[in-house]
């Protein structure tokens, strides 16, 4: 294969050797034309894991051994900062451990996604777009505008790769408080942003803890953000006043605190 010079073996020494093997395999399945066939994948890509990766791939079951959507899931669950390694944690203060994934009904993981927001009280849908300064994720009238994802619904966890966007980056969920609240009556609030898999440093800028966003997703395809701390799982309320994208903890606080805040509820959208 006249790609195979763009590979190095993947020792498993660290998030960013992984995070650049990831891209590396990524760009060779493109340039060969098979990025979208996940068997392909994921057999090119077993042929460069070595010392501890490699013992780590062998205890995989065939599975996702077999998938490229699930190895890149398993990949990023083990090596990136919400995965837990102590020596990369200085950028995500609070990780995202594994979170009890439900997804019930037929979502494919090699497929392209967008999320509508529904506002609650009417009829026009908005989508969720990166706005033009990259920091943070906003409402938009245009499903062309809309942000594209994959996810890999077999996958726990489960994250939101962001297909369209250039460095390679994943959705993130990052709160405006230094120290977030997640009890009862709380009004603290989080937003939306795409984190560059290289820097993973949020653009969001502001003080508080950061991490890869996960969910859950219902058969109706309805979205539910989850906050993981430990073995702690706190579902987020999505809210927006029709130029901004906010998660809050406690729903029913913040929509008394901030009147001009309007529940929407958030459903992911097939646009393959």
């Not at 340039?31 to 013992?55: I, T």
């Not at 009417?122 to 994802?149: D, H």
């Amino acid at each position: 294969m006249s790609t195979t010079q763009d590979i190095e073996s993947f020792t498993g020494s660290g998030w960013k050797e992984c995070s650049a093997f990831i891209q590396r395999v990524r760009a060779v399945a493109w340039k060969e034309g098979k990025l979208r066939d996940p068997d392909w994948v994921a057999d090119f890509a077993s042929l460069y894991f070595s010392d501890d990766a490699l013992a780590w791939y062998c205890r995989l079951s065939s599975d996702v051994q077999e998938n490229w959507p699930k190895l890149q899931a398993a990949l990023v669950d083990r090596w990136s900062p919400s995965g837990g390694d102590p020596s990369e944690l200085r950028n995500v203060p609070v990780a995202a451990a594994a979170p009890s994934t439900n997804v019930n009904g037929k979502i494919n993981h090699p497929e392209h996604w967008i999320i509508k927001a529904l506002v609650t009280g009417k009829q026009e849908a908005l989508y969720v777009e990166l706005e033009s300064s990259g920091n943070l994720c906003t409402p938009t009238n245009s499903a062309e505008k809309a942000l594209r994802f994959r996810l890999n619904s077999q996958s726990n966890p489960q994250f939101f790769e962001c297909t369209d966007r250039q460095p390679f980056s994943w959705l993130a969920t990052h709160w405006f408080q230094e120290t977030p609240d997640l009890s009862r009556n709380s009004i603290h609030y989080a937003r939306l942003t795409a984190v560059d898999c290289d820097s993973l440093k949020s653009p969001a800028g502001f003080s508080g803890p950061f991490q890869l966003s996960t969910c859950r997703i219902a058969g109706s395809g309805e979205v539910t953000f989850l906050w993981r701390n430990g073995t702690t799982e706190t579902p987020l309320t999505a809210f927006t006043t029709g130029t901004k994208l906010t998660l809050a903890s406690d729903g029913e606080a913040f929509g008394k605190k901030y009147p001009g805040e309007t529940p929407v509820k958030l459903i992911i959208q097939n646009v393959n």
